[in-house]
Each structure stands twice: as C-alpha cells, then as structure tokens.
C-alpha cells in the first residue's frame, strides 16, 4: 500500500515550457486534489476532483489545467510555465471530500527559471 | 473571507516539556478542523481531525481541542521528544466542501536534546 505517491520528484523547467505532473493513490479515494506550498504563503488548493469525472478550481487555478484519469490518478499539467510556478506542489486525497482526512504525496519541487 | 493563523510561527523548547501549538480562525462556520504535521522536504502527515461537533481528540500524547464559538483549537504535545521537532499546520475546510480548505503558515517546532 503506497498511498498516494507523485512523479517526478524534482523538475527543472525553462519558461514557456510545459510539464505535467502525475499523482496517483491505490486507498480506493474518491477526493484528489493539488496544492502548492510557497514560503510565507502557505499551502494553496490549485484544482480539486471531488469524485471521478468531475474536477474543479480552488484558490490558484490560473496556469494550470487538470485531468482525473480514472478513480487512481489526478495529474496537474502546466501549459506555459513561469517563474511564478517555482513551487513544492502536493497532491492528496480523501474518501470523500473535506469530511474526511487528508493523506498527501511526497511533493514535486518545480524550478522555473 | 476565512483566515487561518498559527502564532507563534516558530517555538523551541528542551525535551520533556509539555507544549501548546495554537490556531485561529475567523469563521466559525467550519465543518471539521485538522492537524498535520509537516518534516522538511516531505509531504504532510495527518495527526487529527476534530469534527464541528466535538471538543477534542486524543491520539498518543497528542491531544487536539476545538472551540468553534471563539474561532480557536489547540495542539497539546505531552512529554515532547526531539522527534517531534517539525512543522505543525492547522487545516479548515469551510463546508463539505474541498474547494473552501484553508491551510495555516505552520508553527515550526524544535526540541531541544
């Protein structure tokens, strides 16, 4: 049981390229959601999949596109990165939504340069 | 607009002391509250999560409170340990609802030996 696990791990990118981000969970979670988390900001929602084949924005959309694949992976793609996306993105999931606890991945450590 | 704020931002105390890491927020109207905790470069763990409808829950020396009519919940750490040294965040998610999460800054929290 892997819990929620994320790829890759670290990721140089140069502006104006694009990347996607993958996630994935094996406790039969019905919730996923990204986040990022940036000094003195805090940790911020991006896009969240409250069940299967739905998805939709949180605090920080802008930038980024999401898709849920299927019941286990929810991946983030960033279009056309920018300094402004140099970040620790987390990915997570939960039963059902924000009654329930959290579990996260380890964090992808993005570089925009 | 809910905020979320965890004073102080930083705490270091010798081994052994029983501490209080404190959140507050602004609107009441929360439907659950959840602790992480947080080692660098890793992802989130959760430590508890307290229902609306609850004062507080217990986990090991762990101890978490809930008072929703002054917007405020406290992490209790009995007996603490140089394990213990980490980043510790409160979570509110507004309602039932994933897109209304908000995170603290975190209290990083150091034991001293």
């Known amino acids: 049981n892997a819990g929620v696990t994320q790829t890759p791990k670290f990721q140089v990118l140069k502006t104006g390229q694009s990347m996607t981000l993958q996630c994935a969970q094996d406790?039969?979670?019905?919730?996923m959601y990204w986040y990022r988390q940036d000094p003195g900001m805090g940790l911020r929602l991006i896009y969240y999949?409250?069940?299967?084949?739905?998805?939709d924005k949180g605090e920080v959309p802008n930038g980024y596109n999401v898709s849920r694949l299927n019941k286990r992976e929810f991946s983030l793609r960033l279009e056309s990165a920018a300094p402004s996306q140099t970040s620790v993105y987390f990915c997570?999931?939960?039963?059902?939504?924000?009654?329930?606890?959290?579990?996260f991945g380890p964090g992808t450590r993005l570089t925009v340069l | 607009k809910q905020e979320v704020t965890q004073i102080p931002a930083a705490l270091s105390v010798p081994e052994g002391e029983n501490l209080v890491l404190n959140c507050s927020f602004t609107?009441?109207?929360?439907?659950?509250l959840q602790w992480f905790r947080q080692d660098p470069g890793k992802g989130l763990t959760s430590l508890l999560l307290?229902?609306?409808?609850?004062r507080e829950q217990t986990s090991g020396r762990l101890n978490a409170s809930l008072d929703k009519s002054s917007g405020r919940s406290t992490l209790y750490i009995a007996a603490s340990q140089p394990g213990d040294s980490a980043t510790y965040l409160c979570?509110?998610?507004?309602?039932?609802?994933?897109?209304?999460?908000?995170f603290g800054s975190g209290t990083r929290l150091s034991i001293r030996p």
């Open positions: 999949s409250a069940s299967e084949g739905t998805t």
């Open positions: 609107d009441s109207a929360i439907y659950n």
């Open positions: 406790m039969n979670h019905n919730s």
């Open positions: 997570a999931s939960s039963e059902n939504g924000s009654a329930d606890t959290q579990y």
């Open positions: 307290i229902q609306s409808s609850q």
């Open positions: 979570a509110v998610p507004r309602y039932s609802s994933a897109s209304k999460i908000i």
